[in-house]
């Protein structure tokens, strides 16, 4: 099937008016690095050598320089690029860009070969995007160690959750390996992501023979394509392998058997492909076996797979979803919220080193607004990895833009108030903090976000659905840059530099998540969506089920009373955060819904009623979605025709779905509370 490269594609031309060609492109290190056999930096010279075709037509391949040689300044004006190795012990991945003016001699350093690719990459990026010359000029270290997809492909080919077409990994229980496989390392790696995880964390059938040999070879030329890019390959585990496939009559972390057979089949593994990261493991969750069956605990499953994994540098990563999914609704003191933190702030320092608790950033599922997770606040002596999704499951499954950068930042930033082990306050708090490893200095940390991609020929699906991809794998390297720069970095890249392009496209994406959370869920109501493929309203769709997703609206009021005089989840926070979000004074608007069930007449800040709110928001989001889509077909002449429509498709059902929502949800509520709409719309 045919492809594209999104912001890869080459079509954006050097933006710098000072750089009017390359003429060479050079390798250097210092004396004691070996550079000639990396396959990384091969990849970094590739990368410069196709940008300077793409940009100038030059047909260049790249020359190798002693450390001692000095590089001349040509008299013709144009560019000369050296990436050089150096002996430092930088963190992995770090770089810096150094642009001499006079000479135009443009040296990319860094003391790992990750570095000079990251370095590479930004540079391509900078010379389509910068002013001026001076603005190469840059140094950077990822801010964290593993920066992560998660692809919930199945061995099918289908993709859970998936909105952009099948997998590009897997079909018909075979694992594919051809040049997309290429394509795709080379795309994720420009932004920086280092590690993949290829297949769903709901194991089933042949996936599970993805640790066996059955699947070694497909496997080992993954993971030779993938360490081209500096991205390292995990595989999701079925915790009932050795039932599933060693005839084991139990999973128990604890029998010798089972350990035994664990061994065996990962020694198997690694020995044949010793870079494989390691594992991801959904256990004991949505179904899915794992140690309770045994009586056994989440630090016992995840140790007996960390210690035989240890020897190889291998990771697992354990998942923390782990919740009742066969609630009473009738029950309203069981709250589906206080489940990850009841289940693994017990276990908090009980984990191996080389375990890291992946933890969802809220402690539902993915709504388009959900405060925090207070694990994140809560654990002090295990590593831990924040799960983001970029598939948009719960945001418009890219049907929908959904812009969802800003969101992630505002998580990031969220003050946690962790203490340390002694109960201080600890300076470097914020869930950023954390998960990069600053608050308690641990390497084991970093980001994860489940994939928006497929076989599409974009990628994504929905084209602008590509700026979460792109945002993520830059806001994982670099925390620091806001939800506008990435989206401008991105718009810049995609589409180029036109005024008019750039301002529109920026209006449509910082629009775009607060359009969405108004005309489906405000107030941080969540789960009003329709059962199973949850797109499209359904106000009660979750409200009378078994998983623990209630919104608990009657005649009175609405939300989930989830302070001391309810659930007790709002108790899981630190001060100052318990207290504010106790308070029905200070709790914010936006997370009313989710911490307290308040009447239909309360008043927000903002002076409106709850019921009046909910009228204005829907009206308000329905409304952006049509502004956005004007927005849109006003850059008819300035875009290709394929992909001008094939984006403008996505925004008419946009429109169509963001008025069905809008009737759906006032409707309902104008029934259920009895108050008409101040303003008078039926
Ligand atoms: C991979 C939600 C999704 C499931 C997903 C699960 C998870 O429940 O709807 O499709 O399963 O989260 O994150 O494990």
Redesign the pocket.
């Known amino acids: 099937m045919e492809y594209e490269a999104a912001w890869l594609d080459g079509r954006v031309p050097c933006a710098i008016p000072d750089i009017r060609g390359i003429d060479d492109i050079y390798l250097m290190s210092d004396a004691d690095r070996v550079r000639s056999d990396n396959v990384i930096i091969d990849t970094a010279a590739r990368e410069l050598c196709v940008a300077a075709h793409e940009m100038f037509g030059s047909d260049l391949s790249p020359k190798q320089l002693l450390s001692t040689d000095t590089l001349y300044t040509k008299s013709n004006g144009n560019a000369n690029i050296a990436l050089k190795l150096t002996a430092g012990d930088e963190p992995a991945g770090a770089f810096s860009i150094i642009a001499e003016e006079g000479s135009k001699i443009i040296t990319v350093t860094s003391s790992s070969p990750e570095g000079l690719l990251y370095g590479a990459f930004r540079l391509i990026f900078l010379l389509r995007t910068a002013d001026e010359f001076k603005d190469l000029n840059c140094s950077e270290t990822p801010a964290s160690p593993l920066r992560m997809l998660n692809h ?1 492909d199945n061995l099918d080919g289908s993709i ?2 998936g909105y952009s077409g099948n997998s590009f990994f897997f079909e018909n229980d075979k694992v594919i390996v051809d040049d997309r496989t290429e394509a795709y390392a080379r795309l994720v790696a420009s932004v920086g992501i280092n590690a993949v995880v290829i297949n ?3 194991v089933r059938a042949a996936a599970t023979k993805l640790i066996s040999a059955v699947y070694r070879k497909e496997i080992k030329a993954l993971v030779n394509i993938f360490k081209k890019y500096g991205i390292r390959l995990f595989l999701s585990l079925n915790f009932a392998a050795p039932m599933e496939l060693g005839g084991l009559d139990g999973s128990d972390p604890c029998d010798e058997k089972v350990r035994a057979w664990w061994k065996t089949a990962l020694d198997e593994l690694f020995t044949d492909v010793p870079e494989l990261g390691g594992f991801l493991i ?1 256990a004991d ?2 179904g ?1 076996p794992g140690p309770f069956t045994y009586g056994r605990t989440h630090a016992d499953g995840a140790n007996m797979l960390a210690d035989i994994i240890a020897p190889y540098g291998g990771l697992v990563i354990w ?1 923390c ?1 782990v919740y009742n ?1 066969k609630q009473d609704w009738r029950d309203t003191v069981t709250d589906r919220a206080k489940a990850q933190y009841d289940n693994f702030m017990p276990l908090d320092g009980e984990f191996r080193d080389n375990v890291i608790l992946q933890i ?1 950033n809220g402690p539902m ?2 709504q388009v607004r959900e405060p925090v997770s207070p694990l994140f606040g809560g654990l002090k002596k295990t590593n831990e990895i924040i ?1 983001f ?1 970029i598939a948009q ?1 719960y945001t418009g499954q890219q049907k929908h833009v959904c812009y969802l950068i800003p969101e992630f930042k505002e998580i990031l930033e969220f003050k946690t108030y962790i203490r340390d082990t002694k109960g201080d306050p600890v300076e470097a708090d914020t869930v950023c903090d954390v998960v990069t490893g600053r608050t308690f200095g641990t390497a084991n940390c970093g980001m994860a976000a ?1 994939s928006n991609t497929g076989n599409d020929a974009n990628w994504t699906g929905h084209d602008l659905a590509a700026a979460n991809l792109y945002g993520f794998g830059r806001l994982a390297f670099d925390p620091s840059l806001t939800a506008e720069e990435i989206a401008n970095e991105w718009t810049a890249l995609t589409f180029g530099k036109d005024e008019v392009i750039f301002q529109l496209i920026s209006y449509i994406l910082n629009t775009s998540r607060p359009a969405y959370e108004k005309y489906t869920a405000p107030l941080g109501v969540g789960w009003m969506v329709n059962p199973c493929h ?1 797109y499209g309203p359904n106000v009660d769709g979750y409200e009378f089920s078994e ?1 623990g997703t209630y919104h608990r609206s009657d005649a009175e009021g609405m939300g989930v009373e989830r302070g001391a005089k309810g659930t007790g989840y709002i108790a899981q926070y630190n001060e100052p955060n318990a207290s504010l979000y106790e308070n029905l004074e200070t709790c914010p608007d936006e997370l009313l819904l989710f911490m307290h069930h308040v009447p239909y007449t309360y008043r927000l800040h903002s002076g409106k009623t709850v019921i009046q709110h909910i009228y204005d928001s829907h009206y308000e989001g329905a409304e952006e979605a049509v502004r956005m889509r004007s927005a849109w077909c006003s850059l008819k002449d300035k875009l290709d025709k394929k992909r001008y429509e094939r984006v403008l498709e996505r925004f008419d059902e946009q429109v169509r779905s963001a008025a069905e929502w809008r009737d759906a949800i006032c409707t309902y509520y104008r029934q259920k509370s009895g108050i008409a709409d101040e303003k008078g719309r039926i």
């Open positions: 919930w859970e959750r769903n964390v709901n959904k969750s949505e899915r998942r979803f999914c969802k599922d993915f799960e999704q499951e489940v949850h998983w």
